[in-house]
């Protein structure tokens, strides 16, 4: 079981910009694709972004443009930039492998857009 730890969440107003962090508990993080999930209330979780070892990303479409995830191999620790926030982005984020493990998930961290 690897721990992921996620910070950086916030109350933001719509144009604003917030920057997350997930940090892992191991090297083993360097070897597999990571991702940033989210999930608001009465919603299903959905896949944000994600990025390869190598550093291939992939976008959902309701974030392309505005969200950039990125990795530091050598920490052990994924990133998501988010600009230009809007309020349908407002959820619960999280990190994990691709795919996810269940034994891994955090507890994530609150991203509110609101004016």
């Known amino acids: 079981q690897v721990q992921l730890v996620e910070s950086g969440g916030g109350l933001v107003q719509p144009g604003g910009s917030l920057r997350l962090s997930c940090a892992a508990s191991?090297?083993?993080?360097?070897?597999?694709?990571m991702a940033w999930y989210r999930q608001a209330p009465g919603k299903q979780r959905e896949l944000v972004a994600s990025?390869?070892?190598?550093?291939?990303?992939r976008y959902a479409d309701s974030v392309l443009g505005r969200f950039a995830i990125s990795r530091d191999n050598a920490k052990d620790t994924v990133y998501l930039g988010m600009n230009n926030l809007k309020p349908e982005d407002t959820a619960v984020y999280y990190c994990?492998?691709?795919?996810?493990?269940?034994?891994?998930w955090g507890q994530g961290t609150q991203v509110t857009v609101s004016s």
């Open positions: 994990n492998s691709v795919p996810s493990r269940d034994t891994d």
């Open positions: 191991g090297s083993i993080f360097s070897n597999r694709p």
């Open positions: 990025i390869t070892p190598g550093g291939r990303t």
